[in-house]
């Protein structure tokens, strides 16, 4: 079976870099990082992801913002976007992310379980 | 009489006339006298007019007065005089005229015996003494009588004035007593009002018994309502027999009056203390409430302030963490072996994690701007909720659990989950106070509240209303309990006793914020029997 590709947006690169080490480690993805808000569409559209982690709060560009450029795209508007944010309360989201505007939710501290979980959830969809 | 000489006066026109009787009472009189002879009205007149005489010998045919006349003008001077009337045989029909008058005797001129006219001029004396003594005696009685404000007065069988005081009088605007004798009190009062004044005397006539201090409202001829008390008693004949009734009026108008006043007066007074005292009472709520709306204003802006920095905080707190998480993952799958120190070490690291999360998020939870989703609820539900969520807590210590639930609890406006966090928080503050067991016991009930000064909440109290009914839930331990000295603290964030990883200190004051945004309050005091009890009241819903 092919390895899913995920592309993970956030400014901080030690983070990124440790979601893609975690996930790459299951053997079953492949991960692309991208630091910069701005730079996200491009990423994708050359990366071609299964499914981007997303940040909220970026200096540059804002995660909301990249969702609305991905939407925008025509050959990305489907692509799965999980937001992971600092500021969404574990205790709420329970491992599920929550629903906001239409996307899931997780955060950032969310157990590797519940990660992996809603991951493939939303790589089924 | 004793040695006083008796003093009589003889007025006679016919100077031999004066000589006989003289002569008379000179033989016969055993007592010592002194006889004074005028030959005219006039001058006997005028000698009564200077001095006291015990008897007068009158002449009836004198030069300035005839007949009946004679004693008359006389009698109408000195009318307590002791007059014996001297006549001529031929006119014996106006001596005794001059008898029904008033005059003590009369003799026949030339029947005169010395005897005869000693003993008439004793019994005259005598008599006039004894009428004097009972002039007197009437004159004080009927001079007490009429000197007293009260009404007084006699009747007959038949209800008729008989005898009265002037104050009777003048209730019924009369000028004398006289116009009331004969009348009763149909002839001054309404048929109506009148009549149960006959019938009572009636009753005190046909049974003897008296009517002591009756009080009635009595209409005057002027039409002015008086206060009377009235006594009548029975009025008898000196047979004992019954004829009629005396009765005695009082007027204690002024009396009930003043009473009134009084009454009024200290009405006035009380109800004017208790608005005073409500006044004070709306002042000081009026004073608490700016306070507690400027504390409001102050905590809001230090929510708002505290909020912007927790969420910063936050964020830039926990993306490290995040980075050290999935770090910490990454190394536990990539360990080749199973190094037995490396997993605990990581474990632990993980823990670490997991407790600056918890604090991060006790502290967004405290800080962020919230807001409540009300809806009817049923406390106890609630309550009942909580309790299964800590059970698996409560069953690990073996506390038993005590509910008080009041059934027909009234509704109360809630956010359900909010609340729901309030009680598992307080249940498990509990829980953690009793580590060697104990019991819990959770009690519900309404009140009304009746005033200040309820045993919960603080100054927050006052946003009840008097008179408003809440819900009261009590959530009681049988542990530790709090030192007395960090009683006022345990409402602080991040106040905690515990030891670091098992509390943030901050579940009483997410509790108390929730509370408040009910516009309940909370409250917490150790209980005698050891252990604390946690209060907390809110508003019940108000069936319409
Ligand atoms: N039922 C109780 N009996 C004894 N002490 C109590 C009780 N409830 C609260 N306390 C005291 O009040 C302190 C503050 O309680 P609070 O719920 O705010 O924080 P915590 O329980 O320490 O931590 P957290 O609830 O955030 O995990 C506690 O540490 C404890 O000392
Ligand atoms: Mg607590």
Sequence with gaps: MDKK???IVDDEPTFTRMMQLVLEQSGRYVVRQENKGAQALAAARDFKPDLILLDVVMPDLDGGDVAAQIEADPLLKNTPIIFLTALVDEKESQGNAVKRGGYPFLGKLVSDNDLFKCIEDNLRQ | MGAEPLRILQ????????????????????????????????????????????????????????????????????????????????????????????????LVKGQVDGRLLVRAIRYAVERKRVREMLTKERDLLEALIQSLPD??????????????????????????????????????????MARPFHEEEQRIIGSGEPVINREACIADQSGGNHWMLTTKVPFRDHNGAIIGTV??????????????????????LARSEAELQKAVAELQKAHDELRAAQMQLVEVEKLQVVGRLAAGVAHEVKNPLAVTLRGIEYLSKSMVAKDEVVTTVLKDMNDAIRRADAVIRGMLDFAAPRQIEVRSEDVNAVIERALWLVKHDLDRRCITVNRWLEHDLPRCMIDLQKMEEVFINVMENAVHAMPAGGSLTVRTYARQLTGFGTNVGDSKVLRFKMGATVVIAEIEDTGIGIPPDKLSKIFDPFFTTKPTGQGTGLGLSVCKTIIELHGGAIDIRNRKEGGAQVAIMLKAERKE
Excluded: C
């Design chain 1, 5 to 7: 590709r995920i592309l």
């Design chain 2, 11 to 106: 007025i006679e026109d016919s100077a031999a006339q004066a000589r006989l009787l003289e002569e008379i009472l000179r033989g016969a009189m055993d007592a010592p006298y002194e006889l004074k002879w005028v030959d005219r009205l006039s001058a006997g007149l005028e000698h009564l007019e200077q001095s006291n005489f015990d008897l007068v010998l009158l002449d009836l045919g004198l030069p300035d007065s005839q007949g009946l006349n004679t004693f008359e003008r006389l009698y109408a001077r000195h009318p307590l005089s002791a007059v014996i009337v001297l006549s001529g045989l031929d006119d014996e029909g106006i001596a005794l005229k001059a008898l029904q008058a008033g005059a003590q005797d009369y």
């Design chain 2, 151 to 192: 009404q007084i007065y006699v009747k007959d069988a038949a209800g008729r004035f008989l005898r009265a005081n002037g104050a009777v009088a003048s209730f019924f605007n009369l000028a004398t007593v006289d116009a009331l004798y004969g009348k009763t009190d149909f002839d001054f009062f309404p048929h109506e």
């Design chain 2, 247 to 268: 009765g005695i009026n009082r007027d204690v108008t002024q009396m009930k009056m003043a009473e009134e006043e009084l009454r009024r007066a200290n009405t006035e």
